[in-house]
């Protein structure tokens, strides 16, 4: 095939998505059937992941645009909405930011793909150098140590980070938020990054203590080099 029909093929799948929202809504209920699942041979495993189920939830309530029922939704949730980003083009990323009053707890949900400039994003998948500067996300010390991450998503991560700037400084460090990250295929793949380097840009200690910033990514892509991914499991 050539380039034209990979594009025309690019946009029927992506607008197939968009219009049709049951798609990814499946997609995920499928993920909580096969981590939860009643089977005796996966019981004990299940028990194990019972934790992540809300957290699943809020990352599948990411994927909804309309803002009166993702106030509605994270409601049942034990959350107030602060602020939701639907508008964006490839190289960014859809995302709300919710405050649970009671828990003190900050959650980002970050959307996954149901637009043509999501796929873009995909798209953009050259592994490229990024500098960890001012601070080593994994020592905190350490000047210049070089990640290797996907091109677009760390384009997304970059800019959702500056997004977030004010909510870190507000909320999550005066008002002594604890912060989960939260996302789906690419917003896992956004989350995973943007954990990164919120821990590199932050010289406020906090940020590297996984009790008080942590992410979780359901079907995360591969964004980061093994040594890196390696690095981060104690807070992704």
């Given amino acids: 095939v050539d380039s034209g029909q990979v594009k025309v093929?690019?946009?029927?799948?992506?607008?197939?998505?968009?219009?049709?929202?049951?798609?990814?809504e499946q997609r995920l209920l499928g993920m909580e059937q096969m981590l939860f699942s009643d089977s005796s041979t996966t019981r004990a495993v299940s028990t194990d992941l019972?934790?992540?189920?809300?957290?699943?939830?809020?990352?599948?309530?990411?994927?909804?645009?309309?803002t009166d029922l993702l106030t509605e939704r994270l409601k049942e949730h034990g959350y107030d909405l602060h602020k939701h980003k639907t508008e964006f083009k490839?190289?960014?990323v859809g995302y709300y930011?919710?405050?649970?009053?009671?828990?003190?707890?900050?959650?980002i949900g970050?959307?996954?793909?149901?637009?043509?400039?999501?796929?873009?994003?995909?798209?953009?998948?050259?592994?490229?150098?990024h500098i960890c500067d001012p601070c080593c996300p994994y020592t905190g010390v350490e000047h210049g140590r070089e990640i290797r991450c996907h091109e677009g998503m760390l384009t997304a991560a970059n800019n959702l980070?500056?997004?977030l700037a004010d909510a870190i400084k507000n909320v999550a460090f005066r008002g002594g938020y604890m912060t989960k990250i939260v996302g789906h295929s690419l917003g896992a793949g956004?989350?995973?990054?943007?954990?990164?380097?919120?821990?590199?840009?932050?010289?406020?200690?906090?940020?590297?203590?996984?009790?008080?910033?942590?992410?979780?990514a359901f079907a995360c892509p591969a964004v980061l080099d093994i040594e890196s991914a390696r690095e981060s499991k104690s807070f992704i």
């Avoid at 093929?9 to 990814?24: D, I, M, N, R, T």
């Avoid at 970050?110 to 998948?125: E, M, P, Q, R």
Wanted: charged fraction near 25%.
């Fill in 50 to 66: 019972e934790p992540l189920t809300p957290l699943l939830r809020l990352a599948k309530i990411a994927y909804e645009l309309d």
């Fill in 190 to 216: 956004t989350a995973a990054l943007v954990g990164i380097l919120l821990r590199t840009r932050g010289t406020n200690e906090r940020l590297r203590d996984p009790r008080f910033l942590r992410v979780w």
């Fill in 110 to 129: 970050v959307k996954g793909t149901n637009s043509f400039a999501d796929a873009l994003t995909n798209c953009i998948g050259v592994t490229m150098p």
């Fill in 161 to 163: 980070c500056d997004d």
């Fill in 9 to 24: 093929a690019l946009k029927a799948y992506v607008e197939g998505l968009s219009s049709h929202p049951q798609f990814k």
């Fill in 97 to 107: 930011i919710a405050l649970n009053h009671e828990e003190k707890v900050m959650v």
């Fill in 90 to 92: 490839a190289g960014e």
